[in-house]
Each structure stands twice: as C-alpha cells, then as structure tokens.
C-alpha cells in the first residue's frame, strides 16, 4: 500500500488537476491515486498516516460541498464523517487554489478551515508558503507571513503553478519521510 493519501475536494476540477500533478511529483509506489473526498471511505481515508490535502475556496470563502453551490457533496459533507477521528500521529499538508483579484477578501480561506480541523484532531501540519507575490485584502489562511499551505491561484497566476507545485513538494518531502 502507498504510505502516502492524495485527497481533493473541486467544483470546477481545477484541485484534481493539481493534485495529478502532485502525483506526478513523487514516486508513484509512494502516493496512492488523487481521490476525491466525495467518492472516499472514511476507513480509506484514516489508513494513511501521511495525507495531502486539496481545497479550493468558493463563494464567501467556503469549503467546496453544497453549501457554496457546489454540483456534489465535497469537504463539508466529508469532514463530519470524520469529526471524531484522532489524527495524532498523522502528518498533512494542504494546497489551496484561489482567486486573489476576484475574491481578495476571502483568499484561500479554505485552507485555514482544513489546518484548524486537522489540527484541532491532533494532527502534524506542514508545508507553510510564504505569501510573498501574492496581492490580497485579507486570507484567514494566513499566519505570520505565511500561509497554512500551498497557495495555487489558476485565475491569475497559472504561470507559476508549476515552479511553486515543484518548491512546495521539496520542502515538505521531508515531513513525509521522502528523500529531498
């Protein structure tokens, strides 16, 4: 079995296409195949101890799920299935895509809401970004000059998706026990 679990939620694909692109980033005996949340076993789910987890921000700065319009349940249906679930032990990263111009008071909000209920559940978080080049009014995702994950805008900065995917991938390959 892989040792490492590639979950997404998405309304629109553009997180699963980000995370195939993370699959390709490491060893693919490593990392199971992206699976979106929506079509997830909780069992699934908890049996890895190394997880990386996709988000995008919708509406008013939610998690995907119907709540923000979204066509299929997504994160906001997933996470309470999985509420009482402890996650010490555990190590997780999250990547978050975003709309800085569009949506620069709620940006990659998503993201703070995934940190704060891995690490509520006692699990390990990694794999801060530096919100360096990034031009927004306000991010819950933010803490002391970093973001709490990988921060992908499509809509505006899709030219350096991949030089960012790459950096990210490094610093966080040692949390996950990989080589760097």
């Known amino acids: ?3 490492i679990g ?3 939620g998405t309304d629109t694909g553009n997180t699963r296409k980000i995370a195939k692109m993370i699959k390709k980033g490491f060893d693919d005996e490593l990392m ?3 699976l979106n949340v929506n079509r997830t076993e909780v069992d699934d789910f908890l049996s890895y101890d ?8 919708l509406a008013e700065g939610l998690l ?3 709540g923000a319009d ?3 349940e ?3 249906e997933f996470l309470p299935q999985i509420e009482d679930a402890d996650f010490s032990g555990k190590t997780v990263a999250i990547y978050g895509l975003g709309d800085q111009v569009g949506y620069p008071h709620e940006f990659v909000n998503a993201i703070y809401f995934l940190h704060e209920f891995f690490q509520d559940r006692g699990a390990k978080l990694v794999g801060r970004w530096p919100v360096d080049g990034y031009e927004y009014d306000i991010s819950l995702a933010e803490d002391d000059g970093e973001f709490l994950g990988l921060v992908l805008d499509q809509d505006n900065q899709s ?5 960012r995917l790459a950096a990210w991938l490094k610093l966080i390959a040692g949390d996950f026990g990989l080589p760097v």
């Open 50 to 57: 190394y997880l990386i987890l996709g988000t995008p921000t």
């Open 70 to 72: 979204c066509q299929a």
């Open 64 to 66: 995907p799920g119907l």
């Open 159 to 163: 030219g350096q998706t991949d030089e």
């Open 1 to 3: 079995m892989a040792k």
């Open 32 to 34: 199971a195949k992206p």
């Open 6 to 8: 590639l979950f997404f």
């Open 74 to 76: 997504s994160w906001e």
